[in-house]
């Protein structure tokens, strides 16, 4: 694997990201921070980079409308390019996007898995969702991901800006979300600090 020095990071505003992804044969969701904003329906703190996640089988689809510009498989704190009809297997899950090599990153697509109309959590293949039930869509049509969905993603090794946004989101959470995080955090991070928030806010 190639190392390289990161660089440095400019995220597509989402009109452009719309713009960008439009053309899409396939699902696509806006994750990271911005997922939770858009649930929220306000900024609720800067954002460095902007996540996309889209399917593992789409994967091809997605370098294809992303054709020409500047692409990278991170992994293990190292970049190293994408080659065309590269397919990455589930330890690869993270790409880069630039519009040519030197312009600043403005986009990271997160590969997800799934296995018969199913989303499968990655960390965990024992939880899963139907794929029709992990994403939302803003009054304007984005699509984003769940925030339960989102916020079990940040639950390992959170972050100071991770529980910051756990704690601007679980007010906002439907019980059946918050039920579902609880049960997903028990079973893949037993004892975690936001399993006694969530489980009192969901009375189970």
């Known amino acids: 694997m190639t190392s390289q020095q990161p660089g440095r990071w400019m995220p597509l505003p989402l009109d452009e990201l719309r713009h960008l992804l439009a053309p899409a044969p396939f699902p696509w969701w806006v994750a990271g921070g911005h997922a939770l904003d858009l649930f929220l329906g306000h900024t609720t703190r800067p954002h460095g980079d902007l996540d996309v996640e889209v399917l593992r089988p789409d994967q091809h689809a997605a370098?294809?409308?992303?054709?020409?510009?500047?692409?990278?498989?991170?992994?293990?704190?190292?970049?190293?390019?994408?080659?065309?009809?590269?397919w990455l297997a589930p330890d690869d899950n993270s790409i880069w996007c630039r519009a040519a090599p030197g312009a600043p990153w403005c986009l990271q697509l997160l590969l997800a898995d799934s296995d018969n109309g199913n989303w499968v959590f990655r960390r965990n293949p024992a939880i899963v969702q139907p794929l029709e039930a992990i994403g939302r869509r803003t009054a304007d049509g984005m699509p984003y991901l769940a925030p339960a969905v989102q916020l079990l993603f940040k639950a390992k090794n959170p972050r100071p800006k991770d529980i910051v946004d756990f704690n601007a989101v679980l007010p906002e959470l439907p019980g059946g979300d918050r039920a579902w995080l609880a049960s997903a955090l028990a079973a893949t991070h037993p004892g975690h600090p936001w399993l006694a928030q969530l489980l009192g806010e969901s009375n189970l």
């Open 63 to 86: 370098q294809r409308l992303l054709a020409g510009r500047d692409l990278h498989v991170a992994a293990g704190g190292r970049l190293r390019p994408w080659r065309n009809g590269e």
